[in-house]
T-cell receptor, first 111, second 116 residues
């Protein structure tokens, strides 16, 4: 059962910020929001995750709305190597819960 | 660390043959996951282990599929007998599972399986 909704595809110009939205309107208080990406023929790669507060790391920023019903992954300066499928996942905090991947958003960074 | 190591990278076999996929998780990780990816169905979780014990195998398609984790550093996924519809990329992933919620999955490079 998909808990997240993402647009199937997006384009972004190289060097510009890529903003990938995710809707998780049924998220519960103990569920984290995770983002992974999968570059063609490789295994998915962890990007970032958060619970309530906005998060930033060397790869991206995660903006979570105050009601936690949606979030945005921001790649500040997209490069051609960021072309990939991006997955937004919500997951319960307790150990033993699995990660369920939906269809994700196919981001194409254009030169 | 070398990351999650899967073998073989590619496997081509004939229908009816037994196939064994192998995975070495990252040292110190206590959870291991097997996923299957196809164009039609995307990434599907088949089974996951915690501390070498299978926790959820509800994603295993049928009895032809079996998975084992005899120790913390090795797992196998076996298909016997294999069928053409089993053709897919099989990924293994591991994580350091805890109750803090900061669990991150690390994936291997996958095994591309083709059953003719």
């Amino acid at each position: 059962d998909a808990k997240t909704t993402q647009p199937p595809s997006m384009d972004c110009a190289e060097g510009r910020a890529a903003n990938l939205p995710c809707n998780h309107s049924t998220i519960s208080g103990n569920e984290y929001v995770y983002w992974y990406r999968q570059i063609h023929s490789q295994g998915p790669q962890y990007i970032i995750h958060g619970l309530k507060n906005n998060e930033t790391n060397e790869m991206a920023s995660l903006i979570i709305t105050e009601d936690r019903k949606s979030s945005t992954l921001i790649l500040p300066h997209a490069t051609l190597r960021d072309t990939a499928v991006y997955y937004c996942i919500v997951r319960v905090r307790n150990y033993g819960q699995n990660f369920v991947f939906g269809p994700g958003t196919r981001l194409s960074v254009l030169p | 660390d070398a990351g999650v190591i899967q073998s073989p990278r590619h496997e081509v076999t004939e229908m009816g043959q037994e196939v064994t996929l192998r995975c070495k998780p990252i040292s110190g990780h206590n959870s291991l996951f097997w996923y299957r990816q196809t164009m039609m169905r995307g990434l599907e979780l088949l089974i996951y282990f915690n501390n070498n014990v299978p926790i959820d195998d509800s994603g295993m398609p049928e009895d032809r599929f079996s998975a084992k984790m005899p120790n913390a550093s090795f797992s196998t996924l076996k298909i016997q007998p294999s069928e053409p519809r089993d053709s897919a990329v099989y990924f293994c992933a591991s994580s350091e599972s805890n109750r803090g919620g900061n669990e991150k999955l690390f994936f291997g490079s996958g095994t591309q399986l083709s059953v003719l």
